[in-house]
């Protein structure tokens, strides 16, 4: 299947594997850029430029495929060493950069001058809009159902995605909600040009994290997602745990008086502990709704062959024959 974003990206496949803490590490980037899709590390899990190298190297032993890298600008007061990050990534041969959080446009000018493809992760037309402007190569959409932050708009994909497809003139691929060869054939008629999933990666057998994360995952429902952190106007979609619980009833007791301070110990620092020990109830991690569509771990290029298989025949088969 061809669209703008295989082409530009150089993939076999229109899927993304979204940059996710602690998650988004070589073999789980590797797995999903040899099964035909785009795999992604997630630069700021690593936590110098140095150790993103070493990870950077050690995926490119894992595959000849493109890889890309998450680099996440985050709205804090002692900023990460970025122009070091995005040095690893140059150096490192690395030529597509997924970019989130705060507007990049301060990085840009050397990433098109090292020839790199940046695609920015997006919750609304009007920031869409305003990646185009800056000079991105395409753009991330994520509707309201997505795991971790969908803004503050809470537009679902299937407002958000026409809406998008009305006004931009780059390509995008469709975030929030994405599972199947089914999400994929929806984000087409919309206008997108493939899909990133998150969550529906978390859930394969080469992502590096705890068997328990992954267990989490197959036994939710679409029911279990919560919202937190609102009251900051940082919303978090995530998997509802006894940490969360506490998170929003901290919230509903403080109300307007909640500050970031109170809640620290459910979100600071949780990552390790979750993703890489198991400790479901340590905090709160992001989660898409998705979970409702989850049902078994494959591997990654059983979970892209299978989606593809079903995106194609829905194509040629159930809508051709409407048509018909």
């Not at 997630?42 to 995926?59: D, M, S, V």
């Not at 691929?173 to 990666?201: H, I, K, P, Q």
């Amino acid at each position: 299947m061809k669209t703008r974003i295989t082409e530009m990206f150089g993939i076999e496949h229109p899927i993304i594997q979204g940059g996710m803490h602690f998650v988004g590490l070589a073999e789980l980037a590797a797995a999903v850029s040899n099964a035909g899709g785009l795999g992604i590390i997630t630069g700021l899990t690593q936590r110098t430029p140095e150790l993103l190298a070493k990870e950077i190297a050690r995926c490119k032993a894992l595959t000849k495929k493109p890889i890309g890298v998450n680099l996440t600008f985050l709205p804090v007061m002692t900023a990460p060493d970025y122009p070091g990050y995005i040095k690893a990534i140059i150096d490192g041969g690395v030529k597509i950069v997924e970019t989130a959080g705060n507007n990049p446009q301060k990085w840009m000018p050397v990433l098109k001058e090292n020839g790199i493809k940046v695609i920015h992760k997006c919750t609304s037309v009007r920031h869409s809009l305003k990646a185009e402007s800056i000079g991105c190569d395409a753009v991330s959409v994520d509707g309201f159902e997505c795991g971790g932050h969908p803004g503050e708009d809470d537009v679902p994909n299937m407002i958000l995605l026409p809406r998008a497809a009305d006004e931009l003139k780059i390509p995008f691929v469709a975030s929030g909600g994405m599972a199947d060869g089914r999400s994929l054939v929806a984000a087409l008629a919309m206008g997108a040009e493939g899909m990133n999933m998150g969550t529906r990666f978390i859930a394969t057998k080469e992502a590096p994290v705890h068997d328990h994360v992954k267990q989490a995952i197959v036994a939710a429902s679409e029911l279990d997602t919560r919202l937190i952190m609102r009251p900051l106007r940082n919303t978090e979609r995530v998997l509802k745990n006894a940490a969360v619980e506490r998170l929003l009833a901290k919230e509903k007791t403080l109300g307007a008086n909640l500050k970031f301070e109170d809640i620290i110990a459910e979100v600071a620092g949780v990552y390790p502990r979750i993703m890489q020990e198991g400790d479901m109830e340590a905090g709160a991690w992001s989660c898409g709704m998705v979970v409702g569509l989850i049902n078994d771990i494959p591997t990654c290029k059983e979970l892209i062959d299978r989606t593809m298989a079903q995106a194609n025949e829905i194509i040629r088969q159930r809508l051709a024959k409407l048509a018909a």
